[in-house]
């Protein structure tokens, strides 16, 4: 049975669990130390904790950090519903002016996004939020990341994707054309009712470590776990297929980012757009990591693509690990799948995808 907290925030371009359990069996035992410098939505940190593995994790982007971090370390339902209550009656006593002075500041989007008393306690939520060192917080800041934008009930906005946000013209103009108004939602109550199901299963005994950093600076991010790591499962960002910066700029707004979307400001990266900077990009990650490694470590790396052919996938990656790891040997034939509709398609058709383990 699939564990509710995998699916903590919907993301875009993610891996199945299954894909990490497959290998975290057959490549480690429990108590070996798994990494994933991509973590995303933290599949493989949190799917390692709940086979008994050691899981470390970095990502560059604050909502990858902010749902990895909230599956590393799971507070008690107990701490989060009190704490929830406790938000509640803070946000009951503070002044509704300087709420309404915020929202009436920002662009058009949100006044059509959000009903009005929904959107304050949103703009409450983002500010005092302390979801950068408060383990409790920043649970609760990505029950609220998955919960900002969505088609049913149980989300805050008015009708969008769940795994990306649309952008804010076409947004407005979608919901125009449709005559489609925000509902009024109670924030709290419903962060309540996703934490009590989020937290309805098991929960990892383990607790991981995640970091708001940049991959190639994995040595850098974690120097105590020097020669540890035994198993790095992977998938860093996809060739030419979309941007996240793009996808989560409302949820980038929540944890403080600007209200639109943002290009390279968070991420200060061009190389997923130019074939030979992305695999020198992979080439400085696997160079990032290799001091973690054991000398038997092994490396599941899945990647996406979109105007490659799936000799220049293979032959990409393997040569980017063979850089850094000379004496690296593939095991098996990489396996090639087409990216689902849910994923790439439904942006850019004709992506390929592909992974290899060595």
Known sequence: MRNPLHSLCPYFAMFPETFVETHIGALSRPGDYVLDPFSGRGTTLLQSLLMGRNAVATDIN???????GAKAAVPSLDSILTELDILKSQFDSCERDQLKRERSGLPPFFRRAFYATTHYQILFLRRVLNWRRNPVHRFIAALALGSLHGD???????????????????SLDYWRRHRLWPKKRNVFALLKSRAQYRLSSDVPGLVGRVALADAREGFKTFPFLGGKIRLVITSPPYFDVTSYEEDQWLRL????????????????????????????????????????LREDAKLVCRLGAKGMEAEEIISGLTESVMK???????????????????????FRPGSRGCYAAL
């Open 152 to 170: 049913s009930p149980s989300y805050f906005s008015n009708q969008m994707p769940r795994t990306i946000s649309t952008k804010p013209r076409y």
């Open 253 to 292: 707004w929540f944890l403080g980012n600007l209200p639109r979307p943002t290009y390279r400001l968070v991420s200060r990266d061009d190389r997923h757009e130019v074939k030979s900077r992305y695999w020198q990009f992979l080439a400085e990650a696997w160079q990032g990591i290799a001091p973690l």
């Open 324 to 346: 850094v790891f000379p004496k690296a040997r593939l095991y098996g034939r990489p396996m090639l799948t087409p990216l689902r509709n849910r994923q790439t398609d439904c």
């Open 62 to 68: 604050p909502v990858a950090f902010c749902v990895s």
